[in-house]
């Protein structure tokens, strides 16, 4: 049974910020430094303060994002709603040279219980990171930001329920990102739309997109005050999380694929590798660039096919038998073994190349296809692995027969920002 229900949401104050382009950002796992200097000059404001706050010698760095946390409060810089609401969340972007637009709402997820599994993950999660987002949560006792999810929406919460409302107001938030991505935020607070809503929500399973890591956390975090405090009745900020709900069956949701740059000791031996491919997959070189791209993306919607790029070269790796797979990965589930990140990393990665998959020094991951053909005119020694994006229904097959996916299979876009709404805990 899925909890959903309204807060009353702690957002910046305009009068104070001013543009609120300047002071949201994306998620943190996303920002790379440059990009955590930039948003750093774009306001004193902005959320990367305390998302993560930077380390200067002699200072705990999760103690000053609580005290920078505490200061905003304080002097009006963030102010909070005085009743609860749901968040209407729209995205308009451009791909491809294709407009498209995604709307969700925000809203608060009760956090699951072990015997009553209605939130469904499909990534691991590793331990740095987690005891990272612990931390910054025990100081900040604070939702930064949203964890991503989809549901069916069979009950037409977005469509029918809050849609029509949106179209009788203009958005309070309005923020363009580096991407110019549009954000636009209403606020629904009638009681009985919250409960109808609520009511809606109660039988949906919820899959998460992103934010697998502050979803344990934040798990974490709730049996750390259960313990600590003794009564509770349910109702505590720590028994939920922030979240960004948005339908399965959007045309707004896209997923792209993230791509694997290897880097050998030595330039490959193109003839050999090439033999050793045609073990498996049908080996066709593709002269032009463009249709390279064209062809993985046309095929990939009936086939597995994997792109590879070195030297200036192009080639198609067509699977010949995915019955093969089940020799390479027999504890592995069906739907797992016919992932196309799961047929290069057993069949090239591991197989060929003898690669550890948590090697980052000769793997790296890059949903931005530009940056890794750049790298790969850079040196000789690299190999572009290019895949098509998950499929929706393969993620939720996988999640609800509660397995997870290999490492870096899947990247939303676009990112849901951090900064639009915050929810306090206490």
């Not at 382009?21 to 790379?32: A, N, Q």
């Not at 991503?148 to 009950?155: E, G, H, N, R, Y």
Request: aromatic share 8%; with cysteine; glycine share 4%.
């Amino acid at each position: 049974m899925a909890v959903v229900k309204g807060f009353k949401a702690t957002i910046y104050n305009p009068q104070v910020v001013g543009d609120i382009s300047k002071v949201i950002c994306p998620p943190y796992d996303v920002i790379c430094l440059d990009s955590q200097q930039r948003l750093l000059r774009n306001s004193p404001y902005n959320l990367i303060r305390l998302e993560l706050s930077e380390d200067i010698p002699g200072q705990d760095k999760y103690t000053q994002a609580a005290l920078i946390m505490r200061s905003w409060l304080k002097d009006k810089i963030l102010i909070s709603d005085q009743n609860p609401a749901i968040y209407v969340y729209k995205q308009q972007y451009t791909l491809k040279g294709s407009k498209r637009v995604r709307v969700g709402f925000l809203a608060l997820l009760g956090l699951d219980d072990s015997s009553k599994n209605s939130v469904f993950g499909h990534e691991h999660t590793h331990i740095a990171p987690k005891e990272d987002r612990l931390r910054l949560l025990r100081s900040v006792r604070a939702n930064l930001s949203p964890i991503f999810v989809i549901f069916p929406d069979k009950k037409k919460v977005i469509a029918q329920t809050l849609l029509p409302l949106v179209n009788k107001q203009q958005p309070f938030i309005c923020a363009v990102d580096d991407e110019q991505v549009l954000h636009q935020v209403w606020r629904i607070d009638i009681p009985e739309v919250l409960q109808k809503v609520e009511q809606k929500m109660l039988k949906e399973n919820i899959f998460i997109a992103d934010g697998h890591h502050r979803y344990e956390v934040a798990c974490a975090f709730r049996d750390e005050m259960k313990k600590s405090q003794g009564n509770i009745n349910g109702n505590e900020g720590f028994n939920y999380i922030l979240a960004y709900f948005t339908n399965i069956d959007s045309q707004g949701l896209t997923v792209l694929p993230i791509h694997r740059l290897v880097t050998l000791e030595q330039r490959p031996n193109l003839d050999e590798l090439l033999s050793k491919l045609s073990e498996h997959f049908s080996v066709e070189e593709i002269k032009d660039q463009n249709r390279f791209f064209f062809l993985l993306a046309k095929a990939g919607v009936s086939e597995h096919v994997i792109g590879m790029h070195t030297n200036g070269r192009f080639w198609l790796l067509r699977l010949r038998n995915i019955k093969v797979l089940n020799s390479f990965m027999p504890d592995r589930i069906a739907e797992y073994r016919s992932l196309d990140v799961s047929i290069l990393n057993a069949l090239v990665l591991e197989r060929l190349f003898k690669l550890n998959l948590t090697d980052k020094e000769h793997i790296i991951f890059s949903a931005q296809t530009d940056e890794l053909l750049q790298e790969i005119k850079k040196n000789p020694t690299k190999i572009a692995f290019f895949l098509n994006p998950t499929k929706i229904e393969q993620i939720i097959s996988i999640a609800s027969k509660q397995e997870k996916m290999p490492p870096k299979s899947t990247y939303f876009y676009p990112k849901v920002a951090s900064g639009l709404v915050i929810h306090l805990l206490d």
